[in-house]
């Protein structure tokens, strides 16, 4: 009997070692479905989410005459979701390591969905405004789940293809936002913004309570409560005081408030850094600072920064330029837009291709001087411009913006010690905030001002408009120039594979 019993244990039979291979085989390919599963149902969830950032620019003439508010109110609906984003989203990284991604998941769509329903049921303007803040809270925490999750579950020779998909979220969804907007409000009432997502978003959320498994081992952290109102204060004072400037610009906002609030907001940010620096050396930090130690981190972060200014810039200049200037109608500004989102997101899953097979430079460096070649052509726009000309512009720097986006995307996160990937993701979230709102305030300021010196002179109102469109655009070619300088010194990052076992 002890005889017959000793080989099926034997280490040399081949039946169990060909039964536990299978075994391991049927394992790993469970596991990495379940990670297909979450990364996309992640990207979904993402792509709805931050579509609503940008959808109510749109509708603000709308709003001003169902709700009887002036157009400084309804700019609030934008304004106070950008400063919502840019409270919350330094919290995250906190947030991502003291609770599962599954309860994560449930808070952002949850709060997303209730938002939603709020906003669309709102019988005024107070409560549309608290609506969007709720919506703002959710979109907040979905996107650095979505990019710490894939992180820790890619990986990196895989991480530009998926980062490529994370990038077609991040500004496609911004930039087709007033397409849809537009098409909507032809047809329906303004309500039907929320009444349209609010089914997708509850799906969504469903799906995440039965499917979305937890990818993380959460840590007892405790909260410092003083981290998260300097956070409050700096990023939401920052973000508040650049929103201004346009405003001071057009009249609607005093000089004392907005010095007042980038004051604060710069003061905030600065007591927030050294507590976080003093915090993280007993690993209790709000928002870890150590993944600026990679060189490589900071210079794409940097970098970051200064394509979100142009995105954001150009999204708000161009709708201006071609509604005031050249009288067209707000169905089709969103038309001619659409075809440059569309193609910065067709182009996102090549570009992560590519980055994963020739790395950052060979792509960040064309695709900087792209966007510069653009931004340079659009300071010779007029009254007389071809709106035709303005789509090809756009569709082109679209085109450049994809280059950048996803190996900048992958290689500053690629950077980060895996400990610190949620925090990497949340301070590459709040990058994307503050560089959005600098570069709307930086491109309607010098709009603003241009248009005002050049309309004594001018031979119209368009005219004066064109020629401070003109300059706004002068600014960010200028600042182009330095992020072709930096594009040289972005490197792929060290770990080619060996740093952690993604599968």
Do not use: C
């Amino acid at each position: 009997m002890t005889e017959r019993a000793l080989p099926e244990v034997s280490t040399t039979d081949s039946g169990p070692v060909a039964s536990t291979d299978q075994h391991h085989t049927d394992a790993e390919a469970l596991h990495g479905a379940r990670n297909s599963r979450v990364i996309w149902l992640l990207l979904a969830a993402a792509f709805v989410v931050i579509l609503n950032e940008t959808i109510m620019g749109v509708a603000i003439p709308h709003l001003v005459t169902d709700l009887g508010i002036t157009i400084s109110e309804a700019q609030w609906l934008t304004t106070a979701f950008m400063l919502t984003m840019a409270v919350v989203i330094p919290i995250t990284g906190f947030l991502l390591q003291r609770f599962s991604t599954r309860a994560v998941f449930i808070a952002a769509m949850g709060l997303f969905s209730t938002g939603t329903l709020i906003s669309a049921l709102a019988p005024g303007f107070e409560m549309l405004l608290g609506g969007r803040v709720v919506q703002a809270t959710g979109t907040a925490i979905m996107m650095p789940l979505l990019m710490t999750t894939l992180m820790e579950l890619v990986a990196p020779s895989d991480r530009g293809r998926f980062m490529g998909r994370v990038s077609t979220v991040i500004s496609v969804a911004p930039a087709i936002g007033p397409t849809i907007s537009g098409l909507i409000l032809s047809f329906l009432s303004w309500r039907f913004m929320f009444w349209l997502v609010l089914p997708i978003a509850v799906v969504m959320l469903i799906i995440g309570i039965r499917r979305v498994e937890n990818v993380n081992t959460p840590k007892r952290l405790p909260l410092d409560v003083f981290s998260v109102v300097l956070s409050a204060i700096g990023f939401g004072g920052l973000v508040y005081g650049l929103s201004l400037i346009g405003g001071e610009a057009a009249g609607t906002a005093t000089p004392a408030q907005m010095w007042i609030s980038l004051g604060a907001g710069a003061l905030g940010i600065l007591a927030f850094v050294v507590r976080q620096l003093l915090l993280q050396r007993r690993d209790r930090a709000l928002l870890d600072l150590r993944p600026f130690k990679s060189g490589n981190f900071a210079v794409s972060i940097a970098l970051m920064t200064v394509m979100m200014a142009a995105l954001f810039g150009t999204i708000i200049l161009l709708p201006i330029y071609l509604q005031n200037v050249l009288h067209l109608e707000p169905i089709m500004t969103g038309l001619l837009l659409l075809p440059g989102g569309l193609v910065m997101g067709l182009l996102g899953p090549t570009v992560g291709r590519l980055y994963d097979r020739f790395g950052p430079r060979p792509l960040l460096v064309p695709g900087s001087i792209v966007v510069s070649g653009v931004l340079w052509g659009l300071t010779l726009v007029s009254e007389q411009t071809s709106p035709w000309l303005l789509l090809l512009a756009h569709v082109v720097l679209s085109a450049g913006l994809a280059f950048m986006f996803t190996p900048l995307f992958t290689t500053a996160l690629g950077s980060v010690e895996p400990r610190f990937y949620s925090h990497g993701s949340a301070i590459v979230g709040t990058v994307q905030q503050v560089g959005g709102a600098a570069g709307t305030a930086l491109f309607i300021t010098v709009m603003a001002a241009a248009s005002a010196a050049a309309a004594p002179t001018a031979s119209s109102a368009e005219a004066a408009q064109a020629a401070g469109i003109h300059t706004a655009f002068l600014v960010g070619a200028i600042l182009s120039l330095f992020a072709i300088v930096g594009s040289a010194f972005v490197r792929r990052p060290a770990d080619s594979g060996g740093e952690f076992i993604a599968h």
